[in-house]
């Protein structure tokens, strides 16, 4: 059973950093791409980063390109995203997501498991 554990989300300052992590279990990791996805309170869900696991392709969304770094560490199971500088429109829920592809995507359909979300706040 596939399973995704996001924490690190918080209420943060404009202009500071957090770390979200996503342990996953149950996935074969050579094989799969996660995804990063938040939808603001009122909007639609929305591609942030990505990266795929067999070839480290790590596509962002223009808003966050910069600031945002996406990670992995293949020895603990985990992916991150590093948020700098962040901004009070970052606000949102924030979703790691699993695909059983090589490819990264950026259309949230295109994933098949998810986590349950964490809050990140963004205080101006």
């Known amino acids: 059973q596939v399973q995704l554990v996001e924490s690190g989300g918080g209420l943060v300052q404009a202009g500071g950093s957090l770390r979200l992590s996503c342990a996953a279990s149950?996935?074969?990791?050579?094989?799969?791409?996660m995804g990063w996805f938040r939808q603001p309170p009122g909007k639609e869900r929305e591609f942030v980063a990505a990266?795929?696991?067999?070839?480290?392709?790590?596509p962002y969304a223009d808003s966050v390109k910069g600031r945002f770094t996406t990670s992995r560490d293949s020895a603990k199971n985990t992916v991150y995203l590093q948020m700098n500088s962040l901004k009070p429109e970052d606000t949102a829920v924030y979703y790691c997501?699993?695909?059983?592809?090589?490819?990264?995507?950026?259309?949230?359909?295109?994933?098949?498991?998810w986590g349950q979300g964490t809050q990140v706040t963004v205080s101006s």
């Open positions: 149950g996935l074969s990791f050579s094989s799969s791409a």
């Open positions: 990266i795929s696991w067999s070839d480290g392709n790590r």
């Open positions: 997501a699993a695909r059983f592809s090589y490819s990264t995507s950026t259309h949230y359909t295109d994933y098949d498991y």
